[in-house]
């Protein structure tokens, strides 16, 4: 039974206030208490708000209103929690934040009567090891992503699954991803769509600078090691394309599945292959 949830919603959204008003009112009307981030709380008039990294612990269902990029920023505040996340699209793409604004009020009311199903997501860990220490480490639920400044050099990095040399790339970066987020950059790099649901990963070079390099899946329990090398060059790394920092030659990334995992809400109007088709175009001619 629903006691307490969390709002999160994009900043600055000009649709964000008047839904976030229509979600307070619904679950208040039932006596469930409804948490907002603090920006949102600002954004509606409202005297108190949270910190965002302070909400999950406190609630039994998170509702994020934006796009799939809010919506994978609070996944990894969300952590190992496993509270499931209702997203409302008020983006553009939204592979993630499936149920549009105008199936926000049969969503609610399914919630209410805790009718909606979850499907669980991978997510991953990444740890930037230096001189043998760890000095970095992120949970993701999309994608570890390596690449080469603007106008730096080909970087070399010398790649391994389970401890066994898989290959050294010649690329202008390397890309780990989950199944969520194969139709992300996973997918402009040429890498392939995985069903989210499958347990493996995607470990995908960006501009290979060898016609042998493609995309490769591994099983999701693998460890992926990645060490990097390049002179005098800018080589940055990025968790889901939001967070990420310089890299130094002889950096170390390692990369394995996360204990967290996150539980989106579904929406009960489509399914995965619906939004593939509408979203992408897949399997149109």
Same mark, same amino acid.
């Given at each position: 039974m629903l006691k307490k949830v969390g709002v999160y919603a994009k900043k600055n959204h000009p649709d964000a206030e008047q839904l976030a008003l229509t979600i307070c009112e619904r679950l208040k009307r039932e006596n469930i208490e409804v948490l907002l981030e603090v920006g949102l709380a600002e954004q509606i008039g409202q005297i108190i708000g949270y910190a965002g990294e302070d909400i999950p612990e406190q609630v039994d269902l998170i509702?994020?209103?934006g796009g799939d990029g809010t919506l994978i920023s609070?996944?990894?505040q969300v952590g190992e929690l496993n509270v499931p996340i209702l997203g409302i699209n008020l983006?553009?793409?939204?592979?993630?934040?499936?149920?549009?604004?105008? %199936?926000l009020p049969e969503m609610l009311e399914r919630i209410l009567c805790e009718d909606y199903e979850v499907s669980e997501r991978m997510m991953l860990d990444a740890i930037i090891h230096r001189g043998?220490? %760890?000095?970095g480490r992120y949970t993701v639920l999309n994608d570890v992503v390596i690449n080469k400044g603007a106008l730096?050099?080909?970087i070399d990095m010398e790649t391994y699954v389970d401890g066994r040399h898989l290959s050294t790339y010649k690329a202008d970066g390397l890309i780990i991803s989950t199944p969520t987020g194969s139709t992300g950059y996973n997918l402009a790099a040429g890498g392939p769509i995985v069903f989210p649901e499958i347990n493996s990963l995607?470990?995908?070079p960006i501009c290979p600078h060898m016609l042998t390099n493609r995309p490769i899946m591994v099983w999701s329990r693998s460890v992926i090691e990645i060490k990097i090398n390049f002179e005098d060059d800018v080589v940055f790394f990025t968790a889901d394309g939001q967070v990420g920092r310089k890299l130094l030659p002889g950096d170390v990334v390692e990369v394995r599945r996360s204990e967290?995992?996150?539980?989106?809400?579904?929406s009960p109007s489509k399914d995965y292959? %619906?939004?593939?088709?509408?979203?992408?175009?897949?399997?149109?001619?």
């Open positions: 509702i994020v209103l609070v996944a990894r983006g553009r793409l939204g592979f993630l934040t499936e149920v549009t604004r105008d %199936e043998g220490k %760890e000095v730096a050099r080909i995607v470990i995908s967290a995992r996150t539980h989106l809400v579904t292959f %619906e939004i593939l088709r509408t979203k992408l175009s897949w399997g149109n001619r």
